[in-house]
Nanobody, 126 residues
Framework: QVPLVEYGGGSVQAGGSLRLSCAGS????????MGWFRQAPGKEREGVAT??????????AYADSVKGRFTISQDNATNAVYLELNSLKPEDTAIYYC?????????????????WGQGTQVTVSS
């Protein structure tokens, strides 16, 4: 069973928006961090955004390339995490993955994630 499942990917034109969702058994009461990552063709996977799930969404981190355009949020009632993608650019084209970490910490970095989803494709055309 896949611990996390992503929803909401698709194809949009540059400047458009998408909202990705992630939920599953990998997001539990033991989770400290949820993160969104992406991997573009021919490139390594990179971190996009993280949230400390114990902070009610107040402690977040973003890659410089998405700051001001993407927003991560969580819903502890449904154990879901979201990524709002605005002002999309062709270079945002990638497979987007969500991941969960049980490593206790305040600031959620890009490492230490045990459970992953299978990814959802985001394609931005110019």
């Amino acid at each position: 069973q896949v611990p996390l499942v992503e929803y909401g990917g698709g194809s949009v034109q540059a400047g458009g928006s998408l909202r990705l969702s992630c939920a599953g058994s990998g997001y539990t009461a033991r989770t400290y961090c949820m993160g969104w990552f992406r991997q573009a063709p021919g490139k390594e996977r990179e971190g996009v955004a993280t949230v400390n799930t114990r902070s009610l969404g107040t402690i977040t981190a973003y890659a410089d390339s998405v700051k001001g355009r993407f927003t991560i949020s969580q819903d502890n009632a449904t154990n879901a995490v979201y990524l709002e993608l605005n002002s999309l650019k062709p270079e945002d084209t990638a497979i987007y993955y969500c991941a969960a970490s049980r490593l206790p910490r305040l600031r959620c970095s890009w490492d230490g994630y045990e459970d992953w989803g299978q990814g959802t494709q985001v394609t931005v055309s110019s």
